[in-house]
């Protein structure tokens, strides 16, 4: 039974790029959340997709966007990327039962580095 | 608004010694509240979590916390650490009708052999 799997898994850019994360959830989950560590820190939200639809979002400007497919996978887009973006850049999957009762199973992660 | 705080940002243990992590939390609710312990360049793997019933949860890997909610903590522990066990613990909080996960800072756990 596959987990969480996340693509790449390691990628460099430029300031201003713009750059895709991929995330695929474990099987049966049908909810995908994305979460910014920044080095020595907790992770922080992003935003949760849920039937193809942004359902909540974190404090984090519109640069950030995503988007979920028919099949649960998910794409983060981070456009005019800065250096403070730097970042490990994880996703997690849940089966919805209930805003707030699922449990969020996370990937190994992508680590962005903005140069 | 709610808030979850590790005080401990670094702890050593040596091997075979009992652990305890601390974690206080701060919402005006009973949270649903959740362990997860990260190795280095890893990403997070879920330990255990407590949405209502008994105080106690067991987990993998041997951990147990207690929700105490008069002390809003829900602290985790083991009771014979092994050297895998080195790693960064993170305890979160989701609040009632949220979808995000909020998240302390971390400890850092090391073994001593």
């Known amino acids: 039974d596959a987990g969480v799997t996340q693509s790449p898994t390691h990628l460099i850019k430029t300031r201003g790029q713009q750059v895709t994360l991929r995330c695929s959830p474990k099987?049966?989950?049908?909810?995908v959340s994305w979460y910014q560590q920044a080095l020595g820190q907790g992770p922080q939200f992003i935003f949760q997709?849920?039937?193809?639809?942004?359902?909540q979002r974190g404090n984090f400007p519109d640069r950030f966007s995503g988007h979920q497919f028919p099949n649960y996978s998910s794409e983060l887009n981070v456009n005019a990327l800065l250096l403070g973006d730097s970042a490990l850049y994880l996703c997690?999957?849940?089966?919805?039962?209930?805003?707030?009762?699922?449990?969020?199973?996370f990937g190994p992660g992508t680590r962005l580095t903005v140069l | 608004a709610q808030s979850v705080t590790q005080p401990d940002i670094h702890i050593t243990v040596s091997e075979g010694a009992s652990l305890e992590l601390r974690c206080n939390y701060s919402?005006?609710?009973?949270?649903?509240l959740f362990w997860y312990v990260q190795s280095p360049g890893q990403g997070l793997q879920l330990l255990l979590k407590?949405?209502?019933?008994?105080?106690l949860v067991q987990g993998i890997k041997g951990f147990e916390a207690e929700f105490k909610r008069s002390q809003s903590s829900f602290n985790l522990r083991k009771p014979s650490v092994h050297w895998s066990d080195a790693a960064e613990y993170f305890c979160?909080?989701?609040?009632?009708?949220?979808?995000?996960?909020?998240f302390g800072s971390g400890t850092r756990l090391q073994v001593q052999p």
């Open positions: 997690a999957s849940s089966l919805f039962v209930g805003i707030s009762t699922d449990t969020q199973y």
């Open positions: 099987s049966g989950h049908d909810t």
């Open positions: 997709y849920y039937e193809e639809e942004e359902r």
């Open positions: 919402y005006g609710a009973t949270p649903y």
């Open positions: 407590y949405f209502s019933g008994d105080t």
């Open positions: 979160a909080l989701k609040g009632t009708g949220r979808r995000a996960l909020t």
